[in-house]
């Protein structure tokens, strides 16, 4: 009879509905929260594989290049190598005008020496057939087929990781719109509560910490700003790694 003459039975209804509601609310941040965890898991782990594919296909680059050089010295020691590529130079020079060196340096291995080491060895076969030939040969193709290999899963990974950066605009805002339904609630609870005619009474203020508990929302478990923190950190990284060379490939 006394908590409905003072209002204080109606200040701990109002109280108890919102705190239901922000309980509500904040499970709801946190269990998206997680999900982005998850999230931001996998998208770490597949930027991590491209820059390991990366790293991988240039040290088989530059492998295959140190073969490269390696059947270039063999070709022009036990070969006219030399004078063949010379005047398939010379030919394209003259048709292009695109001036070609005939000796290159051992660290100047370009696409033009490549094609006519290769083109050499299909002209003479009895050379590829040679054990020495053969090893590095076999090498290379063994290299390049690695490289294609890698290529593709590198592509595969820049794949996926553009697939998961465009999920991840609309799991940040629905993050985003959980956290301010939780405030506005809070704030509007608080509000509501300050209004109501028994927290304006002496009978409030002469009241207990322990009564006045029970007419007031209680925050000390929630850990609204910590997830708020946890989603702009998210943004921010979901940002950088969009920033990054996310170019598929060529094989």
Do not use: C
Not at 149 to 163: C, F, G, I, M
Request: no cysteine; charged share 40%; net charge positive.
């Amino acid at each position: 009879m006394i908590d409905t003459i003072t209002g204080k039975g109606n200040a701990i209804v109002i109280k108890e509905e919102y705190q239901k509601a922000l309980d509500y609310a904040h499970n709801k941040v946190k269990d998206k929260v997680k999900w982005l965890y998850s999230m931001n898991h996998k998208l770490k782990d597949n930027l991590a594989l491209i820059q390991k594919y990366k790293k991988d296909i240039v040290v088989d680059q530059e492998e295959r290049e140190d073969l490269y050089k390696t059947l270039n010295n063999l070709l022009l020691k036990e070969t006219n190598f030399e004078k063949e590529m010379l005047k398939t130079s010379q030919k394209g020079k003259k048709k292009t005008k695109v001036t070609i060196k005939p000796k290159i340096k051992d660290s100047d291995i370009d696409d033009f020496r490549i094609n006519a080491m290769q083109e050499y060895l299909d002209k003479y076969p009895e050379y590829a057939s040679k054990s020495s030939f053969k090893n590095i040969l076999e090498k290379i193709t063994e290299i390049e087929k690695g490289i294609k290999d890698t290529k593709k899963k590198y592509n595969r990974a820049v794949s996926e990781v553009l697939r998961e950066l465009s999920y991840w605009p609309r799991n940040i805002m629905e993050a985003e719109d959980l956290v301010k339904r939780f405030k506005d609630q809070l704030n509007e609870g608080k509000e509501k509560l300050r209004n109501m005619r028994y927290l304006k009474s002496i009978a409030y203020k002469l009241a207990s910490e322990r009564e006045k508990i029970r007419v007031n929302i209680h925050t000390l478990y929630y850990r609204i700003e910590e997830m708020e923190n946890t989603i702009k950190k998210f943004k921010e990284e979901v940002n950088k790694a969009k920033r990054q060379d996310l170019e598929e490939m060529d094989y």
